[in-house]
């Protein structure tokens, strides 16, 4: 059976966001400067930024923070460190960042789990909003333009409210209550019509793109291409790119001692993990002092050939959702991952036109 | 379902025995009393953690584990540092076993051949272990062990022994001899495809390889010389395995995490990964950290 949809007039929005409030702490986009905005905790729906596309930071921040305790040493012993989570309920998530949470979950579902992060997860609910792409969203090349997982309601905005469908149960649950609580009306016919409309208008407005069928091939065959010494030339390994990207999971492991211990590691100590870059230098560095990605162009290779292939093999997709933070964020301007793509594609057609039949 | 427990948490190893090797190389001893590292199979490894200093992956080097759990460890940073200022009876924390190890089962009844440079001795080390407790198992036993120089010998004396048996040929060489005179071991001058060369090796051998990240392309090309099969050849890739356990990306090669899909892999898995074998000299660069 077909779970029902309903329809949120926007006046009534502000009773829709106390059902959510009723569940747990809500967190929303908020504008925090001219252009950017941030997912941050919200009170009132007047504080909601509606229009926020990418925010600064992906949602994956609250489920896999820059820095947290896995593992404490006290008192001669080895504990684990596992907070009791908070119910937290995420607001006005996009359908790249839905999917982009999709494939942080599958790389912690993977055995062994990772419980720091999947209990943060399993104790959230996430609001999915629909959006229009500006200029830098390509997510319909990555196929991640039409939610599928990672969020438990949806909500499309059709212009006077929105159409709204559940997925998960808890999900479906708040919805249930919510209309028992007529704050939700059933969506009519009409409803659907726009709702419809807007999902067809939404595909024809992305202006930016590319085909993504070949992308392994032209990758793997294109290694070799001037361009990345190129852009390898202009990347100042500043590492931008991949904390803003919804899908970059990578994290160094550190001890903290505590101020009692002594040098030789004999006090307490906390081992905690934080965000990494594989674009820093000594990322992929091993005893022996090898490096086998020196240089940035090393570096911005091996990136762009995770984020488009990289993950074919050990999970079937591909690790870019085409959010544009990337592109976004890139002092040097080089993240720019449809125009990479083109050029590449552009010269692989070139060699194939060039050899005969 | 979400595990119950955190998948980082290292469980006491306490220091037994701690015997100093050639070169800033240590053989420790841990006594691991729940048990949770005895399943261990070669080529696998551990993640040894100095609490307030750090962890590092440490490949197994005994063939047997079971309360006890041999690790060869080179003192190169913080971490190992720390560790040689232990002594016995001290603590640390182990958490694993980690990795594919070397196919063994597939290994039977075949002719195996062990490569090992330099440091890359140590995981051989629990190969060969294996292979002789199974002996019977096995068909010819083929050791190769080259070195930079004739003091980086490790694992001396077990040597003395081993080279005294009939049922495994082992060849060693060094680039230059450097350091005091050895204790009489049959050791040539000369780098570990030459030794390659000079064994008999049946095309029909399976191969392990272990060593330093540059030496893996010339064994290859001479055991392709040797008409070795390309899918025999098992080779322990180096990567600085974080988390060891397919989530912090240190590890990441092409499409794999080496430390779930690997550390070791057949070289038809591998041998068109960008950067997987291949690590030439202009790659070496300043100290880690
Ligand atoms: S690679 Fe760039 S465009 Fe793709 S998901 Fe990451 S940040 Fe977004
Ligand atoms: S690609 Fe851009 S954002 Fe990423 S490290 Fe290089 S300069 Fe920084």
């Known amino acids: 059976m077909l779970s029902p949809t309903y329809f949120l007039p926007k006046e009534r929005f502000p009773d829709f966001l106390n059902a959510l409030k009723s569940l747990g702490q809500v967190f929303a986009p908020v504008k925090v400067s001219k252009q950017s905005y941030s997912f941050k905790a919200v009170e009132k729906a007047s504080e909601i930024a509606f229009e926020a596309l990418r925010t600064i930071l992906p949602p994956k921040k609250f489920f896999y923070p820059q820095s947290e305790t896995l593992v404490k040493f006290e008192d001669g012993e080895i504990k684990e460190c596992i907070e009791e989570p908070v119910f937290k309920v995420i607001f006005g998530v996009h359908p790249c960042d839905l999917a982009g949470l999709g494939i942080m979950d599958t790389i912690f579902e993977d055995s062994p789990g990772d419980t720091h992060y999947l209990r943060k997860r399993r104790t959230s609910m996430i609001i999915g909003l629909s959006c229009m792409p500006d200029k830098h969203c390509f997510c319909q090349s990555m196929g991640t333009d039409c939610p599928e997982k990672g969020y438990d309601v949806f909500l499309t905005d059709i212009e006077d409210g929105y159409f709204i469908e559940g997925k998960s149960s808890q999900g479906q649950k708040l919805l249930a209550d919510a209309f028992a609580d007529k704050v939700l009306e059933r969506a009519r016919e009409a409803h659907k019509d726009r709702y419809k409309r807007f999902w067809l208008d939404r595909s024809e407005a992305f202006e930016t793109g590319f085909k993504v069928d070949n992308l392994r091939s032209t990758m793997d065959l294109e290694w070799e291409n001037p361009v990345w010494e190129e852009l390898g030339d202009r990347c100042l390994s500043c590492g931008n790119c991949t904390p803003v990207c919804p899908t970059c999971y990578c994290f160094d492991l550190v001890d903290v001692a505590a101020l009692s211990s002594k040098q030789d590691g004999s006090g307490d100590a906390e081992r905690r993990r934080e965000w990494d870059s594989c674009q820093f230098v000594g990322f992929a560095k091993v005893a022996g002092d090898y490096n086998f990605r020196p240089g940035p162009v090393d570096r911005l290779k091996f990136w762009y050939r995770h984020k488009l292939h990289g993950f074919d093999d050990a999970y079937g997709f591909k690790t870019c959702v085409g959010c544009g933070r990337c592109t976004v964020s890139c002092p040097s301007g080089i993240d720019d991952i449809v125009k990479v793509v083109n050029i590449l594609q552009v010269a692989r057609q070139e060699k194939d036109e060039g050899q005969p039949k | ?289």
């Open chain 2, 1 to 289: 379902m979400i595990p119950g427990k955190t998948p980082y948490l290292s469980v006491k190893g306490t220091i037994r025995s701690i015997v100093p090797m050639a070169q800033d190389n240590y053989l420790f001893d841990f006594t691991e009393r729940t048990g949770s590292l005895s399943g261990c199979r070669p080529g696998q490894f551990v993640e040894l953690w100095v609490p307030g200093v750090g962890e590092c992956p440490i490949s197994v080097c005994s063939g047997r584990v079971s309360e006890s759990i041999q690790l060869m460890v080179r003192r190169a940073g913080r971490v190992t540092s720390a560790l040689f200022n232990m002594s016995e009876g001290d603590s640390v924390g182990l958490r694993g076993p980690y990795g594919q190890g070397f196919p063994m089962e597939a290994f039977k009844g075949r002719d195996l051949v062990m490569v090992a440079g330099g440091l890359g001795v140590a995981p051989i080390r629990s190969v060969w272990q294996y292979a002789l407790d199974h002996r019977e198992e096995f068909g010819r036993l083929v050791l190769i062990y080259g070195m930079r120089h004739t003091n980086d010998i490790l694992f001396r004396q077990e040597f003395k022994f081993l080279l005294r048996r009939r049922d495994i040929d082992i060849f060693i060489a060094a680039e230059e001899v450097v350091g005091p005179a050895l204790p009489p071991i049959a050791m040539q001058l000369g780098r570990v495809t030459d030794l390659l060369r000079q064994a008999e090796i049946s095309s029909d051998s399976c191969v392990a390889v272990c060593g330093p990240p540059v030496m893996y392309k010339y064994v290859i090309d001479v055991l392709k010389e040797r008409n070795v099969d390309e899918a025999n050849i098992h080779l322990s890739l180096e990567r600085h395995m974080k988390c060891g356990i397919g989530k912090c990306g240190h590890c990441f090669i092409g499409g794999k995490f080496n430390c779930k899909a690997g550390p070791v892999f057949a070289l038809p898995e591998i041998k068109h990964v960008p950067e997987a074998i291949e690590c030439d000299a202009a790659s070496l660069q300043g100290g880690l950290e």
